[in-house]
């Protein structure tokens, strides 16, 4: 059996977010700037339970202790209301792939990635993956080429204007893809592919899903996302940022 991978670049607009959107994408993302929500961690935390406090007290780093405690808190207002549940209803659970899900709602699918000072929520009516990635032009990505990219995707990087860029891209669509289908990163992740275009490969690398509709695009000059989808969305032509609960 094979499966199709399509994809593609798409915008991310910067208008203003309550401006309605034509029909229904059955994805909504979130962006989250870490750095600008410091100040409301004390307020953030009482939404957690004490397994997730206990999770966050184990971080080394306040950095990551604080970065858990924002986007775990806001995972979970936002499915509260996605759901019209009470956020002291959302309980986040893992299934035997280590992907959370939520046992109330098991048809309600959400995905978490984040770098540095920015963090991203994607909440879908089907299985759903992001990734998201600072475009770190320090790193010697070309020792870790032949693990991750085959040959064609390779030469993508090397002919490119801008080789930083396009190593992220490929990678963060990567991610997003393994995070869709609850995969995990393995040996077999240079074997998918993921370059602009539609692409044939066994679907026993993508958990025997049929099709993958995967979208990059920049959340600033210095971080790229990618979504991941297991159903086409044909009006999908840019990424509008949602504005988060106040």
Known sequence: MYSTILCRTIECLTRDPSQNRKGDPGV???KIELLKLQETIP???RFLSDSECQRANRYHFIKDKNRFIICRALLKLLLAEY??????QISIEVDAHKKPYLPSHPSVYFNVSHSLDYAIIAIAENPVGVDLEYINKEFNYKEILPNVY??????EIEI???KY???YKLWTRKEAVV???G???DNDLYKISVIDGSHTIPSSLVCNQKNLYVFSFMVNHNYIGALALTVPINNLDDILFQPLPR
């Open 83 to 88: 759901t019209a549940l009470d956020i002291s």
């Open 160 to 162: 490119s204007k801008d």
């Open 43 to 45: 307020d953030l935390t």
């Open 179 to 181: 995070k869709a289908i």
């Open 150 to 155: 085959h040959q064609k995707e390779m030469d």
């Open 183 to 185: 995969k995990g990163i």
């Open 28 to 30: 909504t993302i979130y």
């Open 165 to 167: 860029l396009t190593f």
